[in-house]
């Protein structure tokens, strides 16, 4: 069975940063592109950044930009998403989601197949 499981958020303050990490099990990870998405309480689930599975290209929402950095480590079966100067609006669940191969279309929530159970990150003002 394929699992997602999301590791390495809290609490922090504005201005701070945080790395969460998303490990990976049941599927090849090298193969997958991976994508990171965030959702707020009474807001819909936005994309934040994603990586193709050859790792040549990334993606970022304009409300990230020069803030955040997604990465991968195929060795470690793992995704990492790092957030620096965080605001409070950067407040939501973050969930990480893998597609095979890929490439296109990797900023649509439909896109993806499979997706980890989310991890809070609430940012303090």
């Known amino acids: 069975q394929v699992k997602l499981v999301e590791s390495g958020g809290g609490l922090v303050q504005a201005g701070g940063s945080l790395r969460v990490s998303c490990t990976t099990s049941?599927?090849?990870?090298?193969?997958?592109?991976m994508g990171w998405f965030r959702q707020a309480p009474g807001k819909e689930r936005e994309f934040v950044a994603a990586?193709?599975?050859?790792?040549?290209?990334?993606y970022y929402a304009d409300s990230v930009k020069g803030r955040f950095t997604i990465s991968r480590d195929n060795a470690k079966n793992t995704v990492y998403l790092q957030m620096s100067s965080l605001k409070p609006q950067d407040t939501s669940v973050y969930y990480c989601?893998?597609?095979?191969?890929?490439?296109?279309?990797?900023?649509?929530?439909?896109?993806?197949?499979?997706w980890g159970q989310g991890i809070q990150v609430t940012v303090s003002s």
């Open positions: 989601a893998a597609v095979h191969e890929g490439v296109l279309g990797l900023k649509l929530l439909k896109t993806y197949d499979y």
């Open positions: 049941g599927l090849t990870f090298s193969r997958y592109a």
């Open positions: 990586i193709s599975w050859t790792g040549g290209s990334s």
